[in-house]
């Protein structure tokens, strides 16, 4: 069973960074596409980059474009986000998944309803 868990979250200002970490459990990291969504208080999940597996490809929405940016270490089965110049947008829980695929584009305009789940989050608050 595909286990995935956000970490690194929390209070930041606007205009400030941080790094996530996505750990992985149960399944071949290398194998899968493993992308970042968001929830942002009432709304629905929404992709937001995600990474092809053998990290040669990246997508990112374009709200997030030129700010953030995904990466990932399959000898640690571990995937990152590194987000720069934050917004209050940007506020909501973050969730990192993965999917058998190749197109991380299609992946990251995935439906949330494509996913049964959704592992740990880890929540992210930009404001002053």
């Known amino acids: 069973q595909l286990q995935l868990d956000a970490s690194g979250g929390g209070l930041v200002q606007p205009g400030g960074s941080l790094l996530l970490s996505c750990g992985s459990s149960?399944?071949?990291?290398?194998?899968?596409?493993i992308g970042w969504f968001r929830q942002a208080p009432g709304k629905e999940h929404e992709g937001v980059s995600c990474?092809?597996?053998?990290?040669?490809?990246?997508y990112h929405k374009e709200f997030v474009k030129g700010r953030f940016n995904i990466s990932r270490d399959n000898a640690k089965s571990t995937a990152y986000l590194q987000m720069n110049s934050l917004t209050p947008e940007d506020t909501g829980i973050y969730y990192c998944?993965?999917?058998?695929?190749?197109?991380?584009?299609?992946?990251?305009?995935?439906?949330?309803?494509?996913?049964?789940?959704w592992g740990q989050g880890t929540q992210v608050i930009v404001s002053s």
């Open positions: 990474i092809s597996p053998h990290n040669d490809i990246s």
């Open positions: 998944t993965a999917v058998w695929s190749t197109d991380v584009q299609a992946m990251c305009n995935l439906s949330p309803r494509h996913f049964q789940s």
């Open positions: 149960g399944f071949t990291f290398a194998h899968y596409a």
